[in-house]
Every structure is written in C-alpha cells, then in structure tokens.
C-alpha cells in the first residue's frame, strides 16, 4: 500500500526566513508521480507541482523549490523569502499509476504559519 | 477554461438525515471526477472516483454513496448522516487522458457538521 508520511505537523517562521516541508513516501510502483497542494484558509487545494519518477531534477518556480530524491523516497517543498501569504497548509500527494483515475494518497499536510 | 464548483459552502445535518453534495464541472467534457474527505487536522481520504457517467469506485465502505447522473456532475449522498461524516468534503477532477498521470484540481470544498 501507499503512504505519504509528512512528519512536521506546523511549523512557524518569521517572514524572509527559508522553511524546507519534508515528505517522505512509500510505493512499490517503479512509475509514480508526486504532488503538492496548498491549502489556504479559504480551504481549497491549490495545485502547485507534478514530478515523475523518472525526473529527479530540481525544480525552481520564484520563490518555490522541489527536490525530488529516489535515493531516500523524499520530495521536500522549500519556500525562499518567506511572506505571510504563504500561511497555509501544505499537503504532498502520490499518486497510483494503476486503473484508468488518479488516485491520490495524501500526506496529513503541514501547517506553516509566517509572521512578520 | 475549465472551473469546478460545489455545494452548499457549509451544511449542518442532525444525525439521521439525509445529505446531498453537489459538484458540477465546467469547460471540459468526459472528466474523471472524484470525492475526498478530510476530517479535522487529518489528511485527505478518497471516497469515490468515477470515469465515466454510471460508474462509480468506492474505496472505503461507509454511509456515503456517489452518483453521476450527468456527464459533468458528481454527487455526493446519505440517508442517514452519522457524528462521524462531520469533515470538509472535496470534489476534484481531471481530464479523462491525463488518467492516472496527472494533477487533480479541487473544488472550494462543503463543510459538513453533523450534530
């Protein structure tokens, strides 16, 4: 079975600081996809990054970075320059690569609150 | 462009009465469309998925039960609430081709509080 462990249940940072949200997965897949969310508080899942298993490059969006390693089945979500808009919660998702429907399994997600 | 939506926003049910969640896609045709739950400080649980009008997948047994009577809408039912389906419900969709690949974009989700 699938699992996303997401072990930082919240995390506060003052605004600018740099703050790094692991996850760690489980899949016995060869082929999967991993994924972020934000939720902020309104409570809609914001998507923010797909990678593959075959791509372990980083991967760099303003302020976001990814960095994907097969080596210890991680995919950690670092936010540079942290603002106050970034306060949401923050769920990793894996996805089975079997059947016709992306079926997503989710961490419990991580709360980071910015404070200036 | 494509946009989804639910409702109610924000529903509260005695035990013992029926619900019904409504979800409508817009913009695209045949999409994937799933049902997810997330009970408080907990992770998102899938409930149903369905690739097609008239079919449905159920991953956890409970009181809930989905239908798609229409190409673009999912809805989400029970005939008798519980305590325990108090949580934030989620529909989500994704092109039917983008299957088991691709990324799920959510709707702003129906609180439900069962008293």
């Known amino acids: 079975a699938q699992k996303v462990t997401q072990a930082q249940t919240e995390i506060s940072v003052v605004e600018k600081e740099d703050v790094t949200l692991d996850c760690v997965y489980e899949?016995?897949?060869?082929?999967?996809?991993l994924f972020w969310y934000k939720q902020p508080p309104s409570g809609e899942l914001v998507f923010l990054i797909r990678?593959?298993?075959?791509?372990?490059q980083n991967e760099i969006s303003g302020r976001y970075s990814w960095n994907f390693q097969k080596s210890t089945s991680s995919f950690n979500f670092t936010i540079t320059a942290s603002q106050v808009v970034d306060s949401a919660v923050y769920f990793c998702?894996?996805?089975?690569?079997?059947?016709?429907?992306?079926?997503?399994?989710f961490g419990t997600g991580t709360r980071l609150q910015v404070t200036l | 462009s494509q946009t989804i939506h639910q409702w109610p926003a924000t529903l509260v049910q005695p035990v013992g009465s029926p619900l019904s969640l409504e979800c409508t896609v817009e913009?695209?045709?045949?999409?994937?469309l799933y049902w997810y739950r997330q009970a408080a400080g907990r992770g998102l649980q899938l409930l149903f998925y369905?690739?097609?009008?008239?079919?449905i997948s159920s991953e956890v047994p409970q009181n809930l039960s989905a239908s798609r009577p229409q190409d673009r809408q999912f809805i989400l039912s029970s005939k008798k609430l519980l305590l325990s389906d108090s949580g934030f419900y989620l529909c989500?969709?994704?092109?039917?081709?983008?299957?088991?690949?691709?990324?799920?974009?959510f709707g702003e989700g129906s609180r439900l509080t069962v008293l």
């Open positions: 899949t016995r897949d060869t082929t999967y996809y």
């Open positions: 989500a969709w994704n092109p039917h081709d983008r299957g088991t690949t691709g990324e799920l974009f």
């Open positions: 990678r593959n298993s075959f791509d372990e």
């Open positions: 369905s690739i097609g009008i008239d079919q």
């Open positions: 998702a894996l996805s089975e690569t079997t059947g016709t429907a992306s079926k997503l399994t």
């Open positions: 913009g695209t045709s045949n999409p994937n």
